[in-house]
């Protein structure tokens, strides 16, 4: 006799806090990307008065456009009944994205900072031992922040999903895709930004580098 398979029925208040995370994303993203201008470093164009931080602009975006998605992907897994349940595998889509979406902001904080330390360093020599210290620091830090969002939230989050297994695999193919995606992505916006400064990497090991990048900060 075949065994009757148990709805999935996810208390709300999970998906609640998951969109308390993602409002509290989109809120400090969208300030960095207005500060992104003061920032030191960047990519000098012709025409334009402000430096051009593509990496970092490139990163903040796609974090606000995860965000956006992981919201809807939320809202999404409710049903409309009056307990208003999680019942819908776009729950776990959702903490897929909203996972991916954090690394992006890490990578949008990060990234600008570092440049900007090896700009101090070189125009304080005397402070350099120091300013190393800090670099690594800065590196470690959101190094780790990074691949923890990037890698162990998404891990956990299929691992511990109550939904069916070729569901979660299907999850976790697409998010794998999607990662390779963005690190094409990525890996164009480090082109274009070190165009000009004359060293542009290849490509693919622009791409395979993306997906481990804090490793360049």
């Known amino acids: 006799m075949p065994e009757t398979r148990i709805p999935v029925r996810v208390a709300v208040n999970v998906m609640r806090a998951r969109l308390t995370v993602i409002g509290f994303n989109i809120a400090i993203v969208s300030f960095q990307i207005t500060q992104l201008p003061r920032t030191l470093g960047g990519l000098r164009v012709p025409g334009i008065d402000q430096a051009v931080h593509v990496q970092a602009g490139m ?3 796609m974090a606000l456009a995860l965000s956006v998605i992981a919201l809807v992907a939320f809202i999404m897994s409710s049903a409309y009944d009056e307990a208003g349940v999680c019942t819908h595998w ?17 990578a949008g904080f ?9 700009i ?3 125009k304080l020599p005397d402070q350099a031992a120091q300013i190393a210290t800090l670099h690594a620091a800065m590196a470690i830090s959101g190094g780790a922040a990074w691949f923890l ?6 891990v956990v989050a299929l691992v511990r999903s109550p939904f069916q297994r070729h569901t979660n695999i299907a999850l ?3 998010y794998l895709v999607l990662l390779f995606v ?10 274009v930004e070190a165009a000009g400064a004359g060293d542009v990497p ?12 804090p490793f360049r900060w």
């Open 172 to 174: 976790g193919f697409a």
């Open 120 to 122: 101090f360093a070189a």
């Open 149 to 154: 969002a990037a890698y162990a939230g998404p």
């Open 182 to 191: 963005l690190a094409y992505v990525n890996a164009q916006a480090v082109h």
């Open 110 to 118: 990060f990234q600008p900072w570092n440049v900007s330390l090896d």
């Open 59 to 61: 990163a903040l975006f």
């Open 90 to 106: 776009s729950l776990v889509a959702g903490d897929l994205l909203m996972y991916l979406a954090l690394a992006h902001t890490v």
């Open 202 to 213: 290849g490509l693919i090991n622009s791409v395979l580098r993306e997906l481990v990048q």
